[in-house]
């Protein structure tokens, strides 16, 4: 229990962000994002490599998830802010209408994607929500970040990215 808290790191290096952020912070470089192809909600297909060439920052979570739930609005609000970058959000195993009327109610509109078996939390090791991913340009897993994120770490991350300036 400690471990899916953030309490006992589940992953340890000695990078700026661990050392900044602590466990939950970790920065990759060179690993390849592993492709994924999942539908909206209006039933468009979306593959990760679509969207090569843009920032790409996408979080697993789902309606049951507090922390989830409690970050959406800064994602929200950075989207609109920072539209350089693409938000995408993966619910986790729940119906198409659970996650609209989820979304409606919450008054969110970043781009959401059913993962509904799972299959992209399968390929990303997912063993926590939420769990976000940060992709640069070149299609390469940049930063992984377990665990519910203050908006002083979106912004690391997106500033390290080349999103917002400094």
Known sequence: VLAFTGVIPLFGN???ADEQYGAR???????????????????????????????VVFNFWATWCGPCVA????????????PAFV??????????DQVQAFLAENELTYTMLLDSQADAAEKYKVVLLPTTIFVDEKGEVRFRHYGAMSEDQLKYYLTTLGVISQ
């Not at 470089?29 to 920032?55: C, I, P």
């Not at 938000?87 to 198409?96: A, P």
């Open 14 to 16: 000695n990078s700026a």
């Open 25 to 55: 912070a970790k920065l990759e470089s060179g690993v390849l994002a592993e492709d994924f192809s999942l539908v909206d909600l209006d039933g468009q297909t979306h593959k990760l490599s679509d969207y090569r060439g843009k920032v």
């Open 71 to 82: 970050e959406m609005p800064m994602f929200e609000a950075y989207q609109k802010e920072y």
């Open 87 to 96: 938000m995408l959000g993966l619910d986790q195993v729940e119906s198409k």
